[in-house]
């Protein structure tokens, strides 16, 4: 009888220790809710406006290049029901298109190769959504360039403007899809 007693409150204190308090199941929920309140964008087409930046380069010749507020505008695709891919479709021929990624605080990231005056450059961007039609962005990048290290930051904002015609739905996705299977093959992605 005495053998019983130990090995059962051994058991009994093994669940409490394994069993989730109330207070732990409210932060797992609270952990699962703040995922999915995290803000998606809407699809469909935005307006961005490229911010005053600049650009600081170091070494035999140092000097600071300010970067004049310039507006360009985009296609923005949700890719999954979770919105954790984004692709960011750029209007412009010269310009590169982005794959966004979702991050656990909501934030979204990415990556692109620029070109400031002749400067070929890796540049990380960020997102935060304030809502999903008002997005505020930066990029950030460190390129070297004959015996000069330099930084370069710019932030901007985007705008939701319209919705993608339904009419031409199918059409720009099936043109989009070309586009982000070879994002990916440059970001070293697999393809989905």
Request: with cysteine.
């Amino acid at each position: 009888m005495h053998l019983e007693r130990p090995v059962l409150l051994a058991s009994l204190l093994a669940a409490w220790i394994e069993a989730p308090t109330a207070a732990q199941e409210k932060v797992a929920i609270k952990r699962s809710e703040s995922s999915a309140e995290c803000t998606c964008p809407k699809e469909g087409r935005w307006k961005a406006q490229n911010l005053e930046g600049w650009m600081d380069c170091t070494g035999p010749i140092n000097f600071r290049k300010t970067l004049d507020e310039v507006k360009d505008k985009g296609t923005i695709w949700i890719l999954d029901d979770n919105c954790s891919e984004v692709f960011g479709e750029a209007s412009g021929k010269k310009d590169e298109d982005l794959l966004m990624e979702m991050l656990k605080d909501c934030t979204f990231e990415g990556r692109i190769n620029g070109d400031e005056d002749g400067v070929k450059m890796v540049i990380d961007v960020s997102w935060k959504l304030e809502n999903d039609e008002f997005i505020e962005g930066e990029m950030h990048s460190n390129p070297s360039l004959q015996g000069m290290m330099c930084e370069y930051f710019r932030p901007y904002e985007i705008y939701y403007d319209e919705p993608i015609p339904p009419k031409d739905y199918d059409k720009l996705k099936k043109q989009m899809e070309k586009k982000l299977e070879a994002a990916r093959k440059r970001d070293g992605k697999p393809a989905k």
